[in-house]
């Protein structure tokens, strides 16, 4: 029997996507880290993973988006945050939280285009623990749950940057931080064919059981219960749609001008695969 090996990370936020797929005979779920999805589906031990937007250009295997579902905002994100104990348009170094490879691209790109700002960039690991408000440094970038449950105190932190918030003041367009991708060439095989049936199919049950999620999920994430309702019944988007294939093509295309890519484009399975250069 096929078995559809798919790689995820266990946030709040892909509750609505993932939630009942361990109980699927068909489906073997592979916990992961954000970042090691693509490492993941680059060595075979996934057919399908929910990966950092970025990483389906950066990935040394050619990957494919697969339009079944994403982690995307219209508007204000909240977990996906900067703050800063000087003004934003003073900030000459982010600290970035490296769970999410496309949210420190997309720093980037906002603070370039808000400020004029190509501040130095350098890694922080958010998840070692402290009681010390010290551990923070003075501008940083957080991803996830942490933002909710362990952030920076506001006092000291006073300034801050909704990354979901900004990009669609700047753009006018929603903000794709995940998608589903395999391995390009593999779209039609038997695994991951299933594993596309299959998240369509759960994302779809999950939509219409979000208050049971939010009961059942919020506090063992750490979550306040109507803050968790608020946000993944009217903040976050799951659905993949024509303006959210435009955002992803202007983000890649912000991103290039930068330097933070290499140009490539990305390639969607229900779309033909470009012909290679002469």
């Not at 551990?135 to 957080?142: D, T």
Request: glycine share 6%; charged share 25%; hydrophobic share 45%.
């Amino acid at each position: 029997m096929t078995r559809a090996r798919i790689a995820a990370v266990r946030y709040l936020n892909t509750a609505p996507l993932i939630e009942g797929l361990e109980k699927l005979a068909d489906v073997e779920l592979v916990p992961c880290v954000p970042s090691r999805i693509v490492d993941e589906l680059c060595e075979n031990r996934a057919d399908v993973g929910l990966a950092s937007i970025i990483d389906c250009v950066h990935s040394p295997v050619p990957l494919t988006l697969l339009p079944v579902g994403m982690i995307g905002c219209d508007g204000p994100t909240l977990t996906v945050r900067l703050f800063s104990k000087v003004p934003i348009a003073s900030i000459t170094e982010l600290h970035a939280d490296l769970d999410s490879h496309t949210s420190v691209v997309l720093s980037q790109v906002l603070l370039w285009r808000l400020h004029g700002l190509r501040p130095r960039m350098t890694g922080f690991d958010a998840a070692k623990p402290s009681t010390h408000a010290d551990r923070w440094p003075e501008s940083v970038l957080l991803i996830g749950d942490k933002v909710v449950t362990d952030a920076p105190p506001a006092d000291r932190w006073p300034h801050q940057l909704d990354l979901g918030e900004a990009w669609k003041s700047l753009t006018g367009l929603p903000f794709v931080y995940a998608m589903w991708m395999c391995r390009r060439g593999d779209e039609h095989a038997p695994a991951v064919r299933m594993a596309r049936d299959v998240l369509d199919r759960q994302r779809r049950h999950n939509a219409t059981r979000l208050d049971w999620i939010v009961a059942h999920r919020a506090a063992a994430a750490g979550w306040p219960l109507p803050l968790a309702q608020d946000y993944l019944g009217r903040l976050l988007r799951y659905q993949v749609g024509p303006r959210e294939r435009t955002a992803v093509a202007t983000f890649l295309d912000a991103a290039r001008e930068l330097g933070l890519t290499d140009g490539r484009s990305v390639t969607w399975a229900d779309e033909p695969v470009p012909a290679a250069a002469p």
